[in-house]
């Protein structure tokens, strides 16, 4: 296989993240809320106030490391390896 068939379209990789996003998404709220039922319970209210406003947007780090990648063309990319 020549590189250029080896290269997802853009499409594809627009499926493939939507996809991991709507996996990752339930699995991370569910272990933030499991960690929050288990270890907040008898922390102070600060404590409490500074681990849900991590939580809360910790999720989005692997979402915005994978938008670059859904949104970038196969022919940029196969020139930026050439370049390199």
Known sequence: MTESQ?????RTKKLIGAVVILIWLPIYALLAMAVGIRVLPHAGSLVQLV?????GMAWIIPIGLMLPWMSRDPVQEQSGRKRS
């Not at 080896?6 to 853009?10: E, H, I, S, V, Y």
């Not at 681990?51 to 939580?55: D, F, H, R, S, W």
């Open 6 to 10: 080896m290269a997802l379209r853009a």
């Open 51 to 55: 681990y849900y406003a991590i939580a």
